[in-house]
């Protein structure tokens, strides 16, 4: 906090007759938490800029005078809205202020049903909590209440009920100033005024599910979770997400055993406080009714439930005389533990072939870190982000990418063959024709004349222009993913890198899966390569693998031409299915593998910016599933080629001694370091 | 010698007769329960019940506040939503289970207190033995008061 003051002017305010030196112009609100003081709030929120609708706020305020006597001001002011001034004296506990804030609250209750015992926020309501600490004890309101519609879908996600609305901004705000859609706006005034879409369409956006934890009060509420369980019924246990690479951090909240609700984590180097649509309503699939419970084996046309030893045993047997024509597909959702463990098992049984999602080598691309982390980002003057919607593929990087853009004056300069959220704010957005980014980016390191460029890619000659002369200043920040090359062809990711190079400007090639960055660093650790997952399923028809084994990963849903993964899949030997959901593929298994979920296991898991963040269990296996490391470390020491390995923690230490990546994760800065009761189970 | 017999042995006898022969007289003390039982003291707290409105709609509206007062932790709630095809309780929310686990139940009525509705109460029904454990998790059915027949 020192070194963020340097160079800040500091004033000295008086918290009730504390003196206290805050920075100039920061708002009371936040400076008399530094004395552990507390100012009720609704409206206000550290992240969004205030705008002083509540009114819970207020504090009474006075100057000091020449003499050294205070003279107050006569009426309270809102402080999330007051900057510190010298000088300025703020008194938060008189029996005025007091008064004032059982006002305020009596006011807001007015119209609030105060359907508490139904209410999803029940519990965990902020309205709640003020009015027991701050409120009025009883009521005095005999007329009759405001009544509005409740339980309105405002979309697929989210519920509003417009009676509990307190009007205090805080979702509007959120859509305009964070997830930047604009996708609510107020309708109406006074006591009928109500949040809705402009046009009454669904609540359309990708991080809509932010509103319902700001929201104070049970307005927004998550049509997933609803009723499903009171706050107090409910566990709260920290967890990661893995469903993209970005690796938010968030609270898995839990009731006997059962995944109920995802929430929002603060992890000022990942997520800020924020999650995605994606991530916070896509863990249903912990309570799928088809969860793999048990061991099978395929004894003639049938598959047979069995036990771990005798599957594994039958694996074990294979892969002595098959070993090395063994192959692995990494899933995107793997912990990093399995996935260092299958690279091993794959180098020391001499087969080397492992692939998964994030593979580079048919793009001609390396394994690079990225030059920024997720934080560095936000401080780059420009940012260039190329390909699809960075919103549905790295949401986190967006809101990074957005926040730099709104609240430091980062120009944004957008790259695509059809428009994305991006656009909306973006400095300038280039959007080619399909197949040209190439030429494009020809076009932008001067090796073709821009209006030969402008005439093929269908990019206004002024715009590329523009481009060029922005990109030509300081830190600038690229931003790709595979995609790029899925669109556009590997060539125009290496000549993209190539530019970024040429430009002096830091190079992200993000991964997309949470899986990405471990196997990747394992695979490069190890001397191997991360193959296309299509290549692997090539080898198989060919018969240059004859055992493959699908490390919870189902090819049906992740390779797009089914014709190959169907012959494959038949072609192959001997097919090891482990999965934690039954899948097609286990049709055409030879033994399945019951998978245990992070929630469950337990797992490690790296980040797009290598970020290595623990996940401890919580939840009970299912059946006889178990975590996706202990499969591998089981396999390994039966087969005499690692041993140790009795929790995670061992793991992590042997890859360590292999993957240059590990061994900075775990000696490296303390963050990143697992906490030891990661290890076990 | 039987002297001594009469002196220690009948006369104690005959002592202890005449007193129940005094007491003969008294109004009796016990009952013979299970034939005859005992009219039970107005605020006794027993068996939990789950009440409805003159109307027929169960009280509880599945908020589970009872389940939060609890210091045993013996209530589990499980709510859903009314619809108007599908109508258990006024408003949204209603409970779908609603289950006492009695062996645990200390009978303090904190969950009668906690209930914003009143319908779980606890009333005058004290005998729970039962032979099986899992004949002590008592389920909504169990619970529900049977609709007033009109
Ligand atoms: S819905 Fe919630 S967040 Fe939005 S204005 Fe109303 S109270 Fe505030
Ligand atoms: S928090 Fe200050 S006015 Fe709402």
């Not at chain 1, 509540?54 to 809205?81: F, H, N, W, Y």
């Not at chain 1, 090796?447 to 005439?455: H, I, N, P, R």
Request: charged share 20%.
């Amino acid at each position: 906090m020192a070194a963020e003051m340097m160079g800040v002017d500091m004033v000295t305010i008086l918290v009730d007759d504390i003196e206290l030196q805050v920075p100039k112009g920061e708002l009371i609100v936040e400076s008399v938490k530094r004395l552990g003081i507390e100012i009720p709030i609704f409206c206000y929120h550290p992240r969004m800029k205030p705008v002083g609708m509540c009114r819970m706020c207020l504090v009474e305020t006075g100057t000091k005078q020449p003499d050294g006597t205070i003279r107050k001001m006569p009426k309270p002011q809102a402080s999330c809205t007051l900057p510190a001034s010298e000088g300025l004296a703020i008194y938060t506990q008189t029996p005025q202020i007091i008064q004032d804030r059982k006002g305020v609250l009596e006011f807001l209750l007015i119209n609030h049903p105060l359907d508490c015992p139904i209410c999803d926020r029940g519990g965990e309501c902020p309205l709640q909590n003020n009015t027991l600490f701050y409120g009025p004890s009883t009521s005095r309101h005999i007329e009759f209440k405001r009544h509005a519609p409740k339980a309105i879908p405002l979309s697929e996600h989210v519920t509003l009920d417009l009676e509990r609305c307190i009007q205090c901004g805080r979702c509007v705000r959120f859509t305009e100033e964070i997830s930047g859609d604009g996708q609510l706006a107020f309708r109406f005034r006074g006591a009928s005024m109500q949040p809705s879409t402009f046009a009454l369409s669904a609540f359309e956006s990708k991080f809509s599910g932010n509103t319902i934890e700001i929201c104070p009060v049970g307005a927004l509420t998550s049509s997933q979770s609803r009723f499903r369980a009171r706050p107090w019924d409910l566990e709260s246990s920290a967890g990661v997400c893995t469903l993209c690479s970005c690796g938010c951090n968030v609270w898995f909240d839990h009731r006997i055993g059962k995944l109920v609700r995802v929430n929002g984590r603060t992890n000022n180097a990942v997520n800020e406080e924020w999650t995605c649509d994606q991530g916070k309503f896509g863990h249903d699939y912990y309570n799928h009714n088809e969860r793999q419970a048990s061991v099978f084996i395929r004894t003639s046309a049938r598959l047979e439930s069995t036990s771990w030893t005798v599957g594994l045993g039958e694996i074990v047997t294979k892969l002595k005389s098959t070993g090395t024509s063994a192959g692995f597909l990494l899933g995107p959702k793997i912990s990093n533990e399995a996935g260092f463990l299958a690279c091993r098992a794959a180098t020391a049984l001499g087969s080397r072939q492992v692939a998964g999602i994030d593979s580079r080598v048919e793009l001609g691309a390396n394994f690079e870190v990225p030059a920024d982390s997720l934080l560095s980002l936000e401080q780059a003057k420009v940012i260039v982000s190329v390909g699809p919607s960075l919103a549905d593929t790295l949401p986190i990087v967006y809101l990074r990418v957005r926040k730099a853009a709104s609240q430091k004056g980062a120009k944004v300069i957008s790259i695509h063959s059809s428009p994305t959220e991006l656009d909306e704010f973006a400095f300038l957005s280039l959007c080619h024709k399909p197949g040209t980014l190439s030429l494009l980016i020809q076009g932008l390191d001067g090796s073709l004349a821009l209006e030969e460029v402008a005439l093929q890619t269908g990019v206004s000659a002024q715009a590329l222009k523009e481009a060029k002369t922005v990109l030509e200043g300081q830190g600038v920040s690229f931003i790709a993913t595979n995609q790029v090359a899925h669109t556009e062809g590997s060539a125009a990711l290496s000549d993209l890198r190539r530019l970024a190079k040429k430009l002096e400007a830091n190079w992200n090639h993000f991964c997309e899966t949470a899986s990405g960055f471990a196997s990747l660093a394992s695979c490069s650790g190890l001397g191997m390569e991360l193959q296309s997952p299509e290549s692997i399923l090539k080898k198989c028809l060919s018969g240059d693998i004859k055992f493959l084994w699908l490390v919870d990963f189902d090819p049906f849903e992740l390779v797009k031409d089914r014709e190959l993964v169907k012959q494959a899949l038949e072609e192959v030997e001997f097919l090891v299915v482990q999965s934690a959901i039954a899948s097609e593929a286990s049709h055409y298994a030879s033994v399945v593998l019951p998978q245990s979920l992070p929630a469950e296991g337990g797992g490690s898991f790296t980040n797009l910016d290598g970020q290595l963040q623990n996940f401890d269990a919580f939840l009970p296996k299912i059946g006889m599933a178990r975590a996706d490391w202990q499969i591998f470390a089981e396999l390994l020491s039966r087969m005499d080629l690692a041993a140790g390995m009795f929790s995670r923690q061992d793991i992590l230490q042997m890859a360590a001694k292999d993957v240059p990546y590990f061994k900075e994760a775990l000696t490296g800065k303390q963050d990143h370091q697992p906490q030891p009761s990661g290890a076990g189970v | 010698m039987s002297l001594g017999i009469l002196k220690d042995v009948a006369r104690p006898i005959l002592g202890g007769m005449g007193i129940t022969a005094k007491r003969l007289r008294h109004k009796k003390a016990t009952i013979s329960y299970p034939e005859q039982r005992r009219e039970q003291y107005p605020r006794t707290r027993w068996r939990h019940a789950l009440t409805r409105y003159e109307n027929g709609l169960e009280k509880c509206i599945g908020c589970s506040l009872c389940a939060g007062a609890c210091p045993a932790k013996c209530i589990n709630v499980v709510a859903a939503e009314n619809t108007d095809e599908d109508r258990h309780s006024p408003g949204e929310r209603y409970a779908v289970r609603y289950e006492i686990n009695m062996i645990r139940c200390i009978f303090c009525g904190y969950c009668q207190e906690a209930c914003p509705t009143g319908a779980i109460v606890l009333r005058k029904e004290f005998e729970l033995a039962n032979y099986h454990r899992e004949d002590f998790i008592y389920t909504k059915e169990m619970l529900l008061e049977a609709k007033a027949s009109t």
